[in-house]
C-alpha cells in the first residue's frame, strides 16, 4: 500500500509531564493511539513516514509569548518538545520533504493567549502559534488559515492573532455558554487591522457529523475559497467525540476523518480530546489516513452502529441557523467594521483570564492602535491576583516605521515597580527586550 500523499507523522507523548497521574490530559492521551497506529499497519504504509520532534528554544517562545516572569519560570521541557513537534511539521511541509504533517503531540496549547502566568485550559504556551512564528522567520511571509476543530473555543489562539490579517483563525465549538472558557460569540470578529479574520462558529450541545459537515460546506469552505492562504492548519481536537468525557457533542471518527478529507489542511495538530480508549485511536487513525489520500471507511468505534453520533432535527435547525448568520458576518466585515471602530485611534480591550488549572486571575487591558499604514502595534498591560504586573508591546510584521518608533519609545518609557516588567516583541526583526 502506498500513500496517496507523503504524510510525515510527529508523535510525541510526554511520558514525563502530567497534571496529576489520573488527570484527563496525560501520556495515556498518545499511548492508545500509538498501539492502534502500529497493529493497523501504519508504520508498513509507504510514504507515511515518522519524524521526532525538535525542542523549541526560549527564542522560539519569546517571539509569541509575554510570560512572566519568564520562560524558563512557566514552560517545561514537554511544552518546548510539543512546539517543537509543530516546528518540525512545519519545516517537512515547506522544505517539501512531505506534503503533508501531522504533529501528534502533548500538552496542547490553543487556550495559551498572549500572556503567560501559568496552565490554563490544560495549556501553557500555544504550540500553534510558536510554530507558525518559526515558520515565518524561516520560509518567509505566509498566509495562513488555522480552522480550530476542537470542541473548546480555541481562546489563546484567538487571542494572539486577533489583529494579524494574515492569520485566518476560523474556530467551530460548544457554544461558550455551554463549555469551558466561556468564550467564543460569534459577534467577536477580530480587532481594527484585522476584522473579519476571526471567525467563531459556536455550536449547540449535540451537534454530530451531519452538522459539522454543514458548517464546513456552507461556513469554513466558502471562506477558504476566497481568502486563498497559503497554508492550512487543522488545530485537531479531537473532544467533539460523542464519548468525550468533558463535552457534549456527538462527532465520530468517520466524521473526524471526513472533515479532515474535505478541509484538507497541510499541517495538523492534535490538541484535546480526553476519551482515550473510546475516541483517540479511532479518530487519530481515521484522520491519518485521510492525510495520506487513503481509504478510511473502515476506522470505526466498537459501538458506531448504535448511532449515538446522531443529532436531533432541532440541532440541525440551529446549525443552519448559526451557519447563515456567520457567512453573512464574513461577507459584510466592512460594513461591520465600520460600525465597531468608527474614527477612533486607539482601540482598547478589558479582558479578565482565568488560569483554571493555575489559579490565577488576570485582569488585562489591551490597545490596538490604529494605523492606516499598517496594522499598528498593540500594547497590553496585566496583573495578577498575585501581585504580578507586567506590560507588553508587540511591533507587528509589516508595521510602518511610525508604528516601530512609538513601540520603542513606549518600551522605553515604562517605569519598572516592584515585580513590574516590561516586555516587548518586534515580530519583522526578531527582536525581543525585557526590562
Not at 459556536?202 to 451537534?207: D, E, H, S
Not at 491576583?385 to 506590560?391: E, L, P, Q, T, W
Request: hydrophobic share 35%; with cysteine; proline share 5%.
Amino acid at each position: 500500500m502506498t500513500a496517496k500523499n507523503k504524510l510525515g507523522l510527529i508523535l510525541f507523548p510526554a511520558f514525563d509531564w502530567a497534571i496529576s497521574p489520573t488527570h484527563p490530559e496525560r501520556e495515556e492521551r498518545l499511548l492508545y493511539t500509538q498501539d492502534q497506529i502500529m497493529e493497523e499497519g501504519i508504520e508498513d504504509i509507504e510514504g507515511i513516514d515518522f519524524y521526532n520532534p525538535d525542542i523549541a528554544t526560549v527564542g522560539d517562545v519569546d517571539r509569541v509569548h509575554f510570560c512572566h516572569p519568564d520562560v524558563e519560570s512557566v514552560v517545561t521541557k514537554s511544552h518546548l518538545i510539543a512546539a517543537g513537534g509543530v516546528m518540525k511539521a512545519f519545516d517537512l511541509v515547506l522544505s517539501h520533504q512531505a506534503d503533508k504533517s501531522f504533529a501528534l503531540v502533548r500538552p496542547p496549547g490553543h487556550h495559551a493567549q498572549r500572556v503567560v502566568y501559568g496552565d490554563r485550559g490544560f495549556c501553557i504556551i500555544n504550540i500553534e502559534a510558536v510554530g507558525l512564528a518559526y515558520a515565518r522567520k524561516k520560509y518567509g511571509d505566509l498566509r495562513v488559515a488555522i480552522i480550530d476543530t476542537d470542541c473548546h473555543h480555541g481562546d489563546g489562539t484567538e487571542d494572539i492573532f486577533w489583529n494579524d490579517p494574515d492569520t485566518l483563525v476560523i474556530s467551530f465549538h460548544q457554544d461558550g455558554r455551554t463549555l469551558y472558557p466561556g468564550t467564543g460569540a460569534m459577534t467577536d470578529m477580530g480587532g481594527p487591522g484585522a476584522f473579519g479574520y476571526n471567525v467563531n462558529i459556536p455550536l449547540p450541545p449535540g451537534t454530530g457529523d451531519e452538522g459539522f459537515r454543514h458548517v464546513l460546506e456552507h461556513v469554513v469552505m466558502p471562506i477558504l475559497e476566497e481568502y486563498k492562504p497559503d497554508l492550512i492548519i487543522n488545530s485537531a481536537g479531537q473532544d467533539n467525540h460523542y464519548t468525550d468525557p468533558l463535552t457534549n457533542m456527538n462527532f465520530s471518527a468517520q466524521g473526524y476523518a471526513a472533515l479532515n478529507h474535505r478541509l484538507n489542511p497541510d499541517i495538523a495538530v492534535l490538541e484535546g480530546g480526553y476519551s482515550i480508549q473510546g475516541a483517540l485511536p479511532y479518530v487519530n487513525t481515521g484522520i491519518i489516513l485521510a492525510m495520506a489520500g487513503l481509504d478510511y471507511s473502515g476506522v470505526v468505534e466498537p459501538d458506531y452502529s448504535l448511532g449515538k453520533w446522531r443529532q436531533s432535527q432541532q440541532v440541525t435547525r440551529q446549525v443552519h441557523a448559526i451557519s447563515q448568520q456567520v457567512y453573512e458576518q464574513w461577507k459584510n466585515k466592512q460594513i461591520l467594521a465600520r460600525h465597531r471602530f468608527g474614527s477612533d485611534k486607539v482601540i482598547t480591550r478589558q479582558r479578565q483570564v482565568y488560569y483554571d488549572t493555575a489559579g490565577i486571575m488576570e485582569t488585562q487591558s489591551q490597545e490596538f492602535m490604529v494605523c492606516h499604514a499598517c496594522t499598528g502595534f498593540n500594547l497590553v498591560r496585566s496583573r495578577n491576583d498575585r501581585g504580578a504586573r507586567m506590560v507588553g508591546i508587540t511591533i507587528p510584521r509589516k508595521a510602518c516605521s511610525d508604528c516601530r518608533d512609538e513601540g520603542y519609545r513606549l518600551f522605553e518609557e515604562v517605569k519598572i515597580t516592584g515585580s513590574h516588567t516590561t516586555m516587548l516583541q518586534d515580530v519583522d526583526r526578531d527582536i525581543f527586550l525585557r526590562k
